[in-house]
């Protein structure tokens, strides 16, 4: 169990109803958003990645200080939010952001897994 628990995923392995996911990730970019209907709280969408793929994280209040442009993050209990038909990595209050060392690798920029549009199908049996 303790093995499963650190155990990392990589981006490319990224499907949309998971949850519980731990990443070490690369940040490509920040850009704050401002939120309609909410008054309250900061948000930023984040292109992220490591060495698969990247993906937008979309980071909120105290994690748009952590989430900088060229830092690497750590991503715990992570889970994959669906925004408009297209994958969006999330950390609710359930998991932690942290800063650590620079990495090591170079993020795979040509495989973006949040430009892929799912459709939800309905199968009735």
Same mark, same amino acid.
């Given at each position: 169990?303790a093995d499963?628990?650190?155990q990392?995923?990589?981006?490319n392995?990224?499907?949309p109803?998971?949850?519980?996911?731990?990443?070490?990730v690369?940040?490509?970019s920040?850009?704050?958003?401002?939120q309609r209907?909410?008054?309250q709280g900061?948000?930023?969408?984040?292109l992220?990645?490591?060495?698969t793929a !990247?993906i937008?994280? =979309?980071a909120?209040?105290?994690?748009v200080?952590?989430?900088?442009?060229?830092? +690497?993050?750590?991503l @715990?209990?992570?889970?994959i939010? !669906?925004f408009?038909? =297209?994958?969006r990595?999330a950390v609710?209050?359930?998991?932690r952001?942290?800063? +650590?060392?620079?990495? @090591?690798f170079?993020?795979?920029?040509?495989?973006?897994l949040s430009?892929?549009?799912?459709?939800?199908?309905d199968?009735?049996?």
């Amino acid at each position: 169990m303790a093995d499963q628990k650190n155990q990392t995923t990589k981006v490319n392995q990224l499907r949309p109803t998971d949850t519980g996911l731990n990443l070490i990730v690369k940040v490509i970019s920040s850009k704050t958003v401002a939120q309609r209907g909410r008054a309250q709280g900061r948000f930023a969408e984040c292109l992220v990645g490591d060495e698969t793929a !990247m993906i937008i994280f =979309s980071a909120r209040n105290d994690q748009v200080d952590l989430a900088k442009e060229g830092n +690497t993050i750590i991503l @715990s209990n992570a889970k994959i939010d !669906m925004f408009k038909g =297209s994958m969006r990595l999330a950390v609710d209050r359930t998991g932690r952001v942290e800063v +650590t060392e620079p990495a @090591s690798f170079s993020v795979d920029e040509s495989n973006n897994l949040s430009l892929i549009e799912f459709e939800r199908i309905d199968v009735v049996v």
